[in-house]
């Protein structure tokens, strides 16, 4: 017979992971202030080896404009210039000899509104795996009454399981609420 206490909890859990991409995804996207994660899918060529940029050199923001990348080894500056510019990040990289600084441009508003399209894109992902969990585990409750789970239990759980999707996809909507304030405050 089915667990429901076990069924509800591995939902809760798929659900959890579909917010936690969104806010890794959300966090990628540069909203014109310098933010270090946009740099987390670059991968520099280190010893032989491709590795993330954040093992190579240490990272950080001077002010709300520029972020600084300071190699542990100097050899490694030009890697780390050509791994950003071929990753997707779009900036250019200076090398004054010690360190690569890049400066981020001023969003302009067009540029914005494209940024919050994308952000919504990757909020509507989120919320679509959310329900899809949320059917799959009403399918999984429903099946379960023929193993012998009662009726009464079965709409308790499916109250509970709509409980639990209701406060994800509230959380994927103020992700993105949050996030769009973000890139449209200039």
Same mark, same amino acid.
């Given at each position: 017979?089915?667990? #429901? +206490? !076990?069924?509800l909890? $591995?939902?809760?859990?798929?659900? +959890?992971?579909?917010?936690?991409?969104?806010?890794?995804?959300?966090?990628?996207?540069?909203?014109?202030?310098?933010? #270090?994660?946009?740099? $987390?899918?670059?991968?520099v060529?280190?010893?032989? !080896?491709?590795?993330?940029l954040? !093992?190579?050199?240490?990272?950080?923001? &001077?002010?709300?404009?520029?972020? =600084?990348?300071? &190699?542990?080894? @100097?050899?490694t500056i030009?890697?780390?210039?050509?791994?950003?510019?071929?990753?997707? #990040?779009?900036i =250019? &990289?200076?090398n004054?000899?010690?360190? *690569?600084?890049?400066?981020? &441009?001023?969003p =302009?508003e067009? @540029?914005?509104?494209?940024?919050?399209?994308?952000c919504?894109?990757?909020?509507?992902?989120?919320? *679509?795996?959310? @329900?899809?969990a949320?059917?799959?585990?009403?399918?999984?409750?429903? +099946?379960?009454?023929?193993?012998?789970l009662?009726?009464?239990?079965?709409? $308790?759980?499916?109250?509970?399981?709509?409980?639990?999707?209701?406060?994800?996809i509230?959380? *994927? $909507?103020?992700?993105?609420a949050?996030?769009?304030?973000?890139?449209? =405050? #200039?």
């Amino acid at each position: 017979m089915l667990d #429901v +206490k !076990q069924t509800l909890g $591995d939902a809760e859990a798929r659900m +959890k992971k579909a917010a936690a991409y969104l806010e890794e995804e959300l966090a990628r996207i540069r909203a014109g202030r310098a933010n #270090v994660a946009i740099l $987390d899918s670059v991968k520099v060529s280190s010893y032989g !080896q491709m590795m993330p940029l954040n !093992q190579v050199a240490n990272l950080s923001v &001077p002010d709300a404009r520029t972020i =600084t990348i300071r &190699p542990w080894d @100097r050899k490694t500056i030009k890697d780390i210039e050509k791994g950003i510019m071929d990753s997707d #990040v779009g900036i =250019t &990289p200076e090398n004054n000899g010690e360190m *690569v600084i890049l400066r981020l &441009p001023q969003p =302009t508003e067009e @540029r914005r509104k494209e940024l919050v399209k994308q952000c919504n894109k990757i909020g509507e992902k989120a919320k *679509v795996e959310i @329900r899809n969990a949320r059917a799959d585990y009403k399918e999984k409750l429903k +099946k379960a009454i023929k193993d012998g789970l009662s009726e009464d239990n079965e709409k $308790d759980a499916e109250a509970d399981l709509q409980k639990v999707h209701d406060r994800f996809i509230k959380r *994927v $909507d103020e992700l993105l609420a949050a996030k769009q304030k973000e890139i449209m =405050t #200039v």
